[in-house]
């Protein structure tokens, strides 16, 4: 669909998504105060009550605004790259286990309903608590290293969702006529998944990806406030876990990470949405 054909909330989420991923890209260019220092003479400045800190300060003096197009970057990527990976590993499998069928379908469905079953949260502090800890309280665990197992837990939990997408679409088009004419002249099926299958597949694949972002970005935040996601209010998770007690003397420094958390929430699910609506028209004329 043609940004000239979207409806004003649509465009209005493609364009603070492409704000967002300026920031993610350019963010560090843009001269604010750095995230981590602190103005003592501006400690829980108020919303627009300070040319030098426009969106106010927390309780600790630090500046909201550069916090939060800072923090735009480390969950943005950890969203993508966990979508982007998850996606891919899903979508083979549950391609390959829907065309092939038999037993191969069975026990990868299989393995998509028992991940599915374990909460997302619960799934994240197990693997975080394992593998992103020391025994030793007194020695930090990297960033890296908590980063990289944050990918990890909420790539697991991206895999059965866009694999059972992957593998009902599959399932839907495996038996057109054109995926049947092209089996019976002969055509190998790795040919057949490549050229026939896969082009009409990842349409719904984008369209619940876009959809799978909001819910990472959701899930990485809720980590964060658990205390188990990044650390130092690097991310809009870790922004809000920090700010949590400033409810009652700096309640803006939680309106604004929530506020920026929620809209891109709200427009990944809503482009989403178009493109699912895209695609049942789509489907429906053919």
């Known amino acids: 669909m043609k940004f000239k054909q979207m409806g004003i909330f649509s465009k209005a989420c493609v364009v603070w998504l ?5 920031f993610v890209v350019f963010g560090q260019f843009i001269p604010l105060p750095k995230p981590t220092d602190f103005d003592i003479e501006a400690m829980g400045v108020g919303l627009f009550d300070s040319w030098k800190h426009p969106l106010g300060t927390d309780s600790n003096g630090y500046d909201l605004l550069s916090n939060a197009i800072l923090g735009a970057r480390p969950s943005m990527l950890i969203s993508l790259v966990s979508v982007f990976i998850g996606g891919i590993i899903g979508s083979t499998l549950g391609i390959i286990a829907a065309y092939k069928r038999g037993k191969l379908d069975y026990i990868v469905n299989t393995v998509f309903n028992i991940v599915l079953s374990i909460p997302n949260l619960v799934l994240g502090l197990a693997l975080v608590a394992v593998l992103a800890t020391n025994p030793d309280p007194n020695i930090e665990v990297p960033t890296s290293r908590r980063v990289f197992v944050i990918v990890l837990s909420l790539t697991i939990v991206i895999v059965p969702i866009l694999g059972r997408i992957a593998r009902g679409a599959t399932l839907s088009w495996s038996n057109r006529e054109f995926v049947v004419a092209a089996r019976s002249m002969g055509m190998k099926d790795s040919k057949i998944i490549i050229k026939h299958i896969v082009p009409n597949v990842l349409p719904a694949i984008y369209a619940v990806g876009f959809l799978a972002i909001g819910v990472v970005i959701v899930v990485e935040g809720s980590l964060s406030l658990l205390g188990v996601g990044i650390v130092d209010g690097v991310s809009w998770g870790s922004m809000i876990a920090r700010v949590r007690g400033d409810l009652e003397f700096a309640p803006h420094s939680m309106l604004v990470p929530v506020t920026i958390l929620a809209l891109t929430v709200i427009a990944c699910n809503q482009l ?10 789509r489907e429906g004329r053919l």
């Open 272 to 281: 989403g949405d178009v493109l699912r609506s895209r695609l049942d028209s």
């Open 18 to 22: 492409g704000l967002v991923m300026f």
